[in-house]
């Protein structure tokens, strides 16, 4: 820790999405977050929402922006690596989103190079999200 680190809070991330209530639903539905708060910007267009497992007082979120109209796919890039999020328990909870219909393009399974039982899923735009099983670090 550095004498700066306390004048920082880690907010959010932001992710652009195409359909906002096919996202919602997805980081809702199957990931089990809340909806924190949804706002609408008619100026410019844009709608951002803000999903997460607490308040963003107190967590870091995802902010999900829609830019009205928008309907080319957006390209992710090779930049971008994962959300992720801890579970306990990854092969139990991959077998339930499997059957929610849930895209697992990586099952569980210790990561390579490591020991970390590892998970990737895709959301709605292909953005991947990590599963760590928390009991195997
Ligand atoms: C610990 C966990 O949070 C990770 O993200 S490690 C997952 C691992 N990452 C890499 O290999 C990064 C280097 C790679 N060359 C890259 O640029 O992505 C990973 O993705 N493992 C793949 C697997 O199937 O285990
Ligand atoms: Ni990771």
């Known amino acids: 820790m ?22 919602i639903a997805f980081y809702t ?23 997460g497992y607490g308040p963003e007082e107190s967590d870091t979120v995802v902010e999900l922006t829609h830019n009205w109209g928008r309907e080319e796919p957006y390209e992710i ?9 801890g579970v306990t328990d990854i092969y139990a909870v991959c077998d339930a989103l499997a059957q929610q219909g849930a895209k697992i393009p990586r099952p569980p399974g210790p990561m390579l190079h490591g020991t970390t039982h590892i998970a990737f899923i895709e959301d709605p735009d292909g953005y991947k999200i990590e599963l760590i099983g928390l009991d195997t670090m």
């Open 77 to 85: 890039g090779s930049g971008f690596g994962h959300l992720a999020l």
């Open 29 to 51: 539905g199957l990931l089990g977050m809340t909806l924190l708060r949804r706002d609408d910007y008619p100026d410019g267009k844009f709608t951002n929402a803000f999903v």
């Open 2 to 23: 550095n004498e700066a680190s306390g004048q920082f809070r880690m907010m959010h991330t932001m992710i652009r999405v195409l359909d906002l209530d096919k996202s």
